[in-house]
């Protein structure tokens, strides 16, 4: 070995021993303490965790971890409020549902009941009224088809015929044979196969009984006004007495 490599050697060596006496000692670990948790070892809240990640950039009630973290514990923690089911309104922006607007309700055909005068001498009973519903029904269910217009007096007409002609009463029956009468309008039986099955098929029902309260009705509003009040003589108001000064006191 040559002179300069034991020179360059012995050099190398010194300042490696140089770097390791100057370089300060590592910090041994701080000797480990029991006593009272301080501030630093507080025990996880999930709660507050929950609302700490909540209140990141972009993250809202939809985030990838809803529901599934902390349960309503992480909603709670972020709206105050219980938590919300997607497509609910999202309770960072509100917490208060908009009040829905109030419901207008549709005309009904039995509103017009209550606007059927009842001037006299005939008297439209609480017997006979009950029916009214169904007969406004039939009118409202024949303009609807096409088969007529539900016109000013129908209604009142209607319901003056059940009124004299049965008093309201379903089950009544006069005369005899083919001249028997029935039910509410007194339809005769020998015109009923023509006049019920009339009814039935206008209006969708089948097997049309004169003795069925309704039947009776769609019979009677399909008589009335495809064939007008003349058959009902004295109760449609086409002789006079008490069924003409009824109708002229009601205007009609």
Same mark, same amino acid.
């Given at each position: 070995?040559?002179?300069?490599?034991?020179?360059?050697?012995?050099?190398?060596?010194?300042?490696?021993?140089?770097?390791?006496?100057?370089?300060?000692?590592?910090?041994?670990?701080?000797?480990?303490?029991?006593?009272?948790?301080?501030?630093?070892?507080?025990?996880?809240?999930?709660?507050?965790?929950?609302?700490?990640?909540?209140?990141?950039?972009?993250?809202?009630?939809? *985030?990838?971890?809803?529901?599934?973290?902390?349960?309503?514990?992480?909603?709670?923690?972020?709206?105050?409020?219980?938590?919300?089911?997607?497509?609910?309104?999202?309770?960072?922006?509100?917490?208060?549902?908009?009040?829905?607007?109030?419901?207008?309700?549709?005309?009904?055909?039995?509103?017009?009941?209550?606007?059927?005068?009842?001037?006299?001498?005939?008297?439209?009973?609480?017997?006979?009224?009950?029916?009214?519903?169904?007969?406004?029904?039939?009118?409202?269910?024949?303009?609807?088809?096409?088969?007529?217009?539900?016109?000013?007096?129908?209604?009142?007409?209607?319901?003056?015929?059940?009124?004299?002609?049965?008093? *309201?009463?379903?089950?009544?029956?006069?005369?005899?044979?083919?001249?028997?009468?029935?039910?509410?309008?007194?339809?005769?039986?020998?015109?009923?196969?023509?006049?019920?099955?009339?009814?039935?098929?206008?209006?969708?029902?089948?097997?049309?009984?004169?003795?069925?309260?309704?039947?009776?009705?769609?019979?009677?509003?399909?008589?009335?006004?495809?064939?007008?009040?003349?058959?009902?003589?004295?109760?449609?108001?086409?002789?006079?007495?008490?069924?003409?000064?009824?109708?002229?006191?009601?205007?009609?």
């Amino acid at each position: 070995m040559t002179n300069t490599v034991r020179w360059l050697t012995t050099a190398a060596g010194i300042l490696v021993f140089a770097a390791i006496t100057v370089s300060p000692p590592l910090p041994y670990p701080a000797a480990k303490t029991v006593g009272p948790l301080t501030a630093a070892a507080k025990i996880p809240d999930p709660a507050a965790e929950a609302a700490e990640m909540l209140t990141a950039p972009g993250y809202g009630l939809d *985030g990838p971890t809803l529901g599934s973290l902390y349960g309503e514990a992480l909603v709670t923690a972020r709206t105050g409020t219980t938590p919300l089911t997607r497509g609910s309104i999202d309770s960072s922006t509100t917490t208060e549902v908009p009040k829905s607007e109030p419901r207008v309700r549709a005309w009904q055909p039995a509103d017009e009941c209550a606007k059927v005068p009842n001037p006299g001498p005939v008297w439209l009973t609480r017997n006979t009224m009950r029916w009214c519903p169904k007969v406004s029904y039939y009118l409202d269910l024949g303009e609807r088809l096409g088969a007529w217009r539900w016109e000013r007096g129908d209604l009142t007409r209607n319901l003056l015929i059940i009124e004299c002609e049965s008093n *309201g009463d379903p089950t009544a029956i006069n005369g005899s044979g083919l001249d028997t009468v029935y039910s509410l309008y007194q339809h005769k039986i020998r015109y009923w196969q023509v006049r019920g099955w009339a009814a039935a098929r206008l209006f969708g029902f089948t097997n049309p009984t004169i003795t069925a309260a309704w039947d009776n009705i769609a019979a009677g509003v399909w008589l009335f006004k495809t064939g007008g009040r003349g058959h009902w003589e004295y109760c449609g108001g086409n002789w006079g007495g008490a069924p003409a000064e009824t109708l002229r006191r009601a205007g009609l």
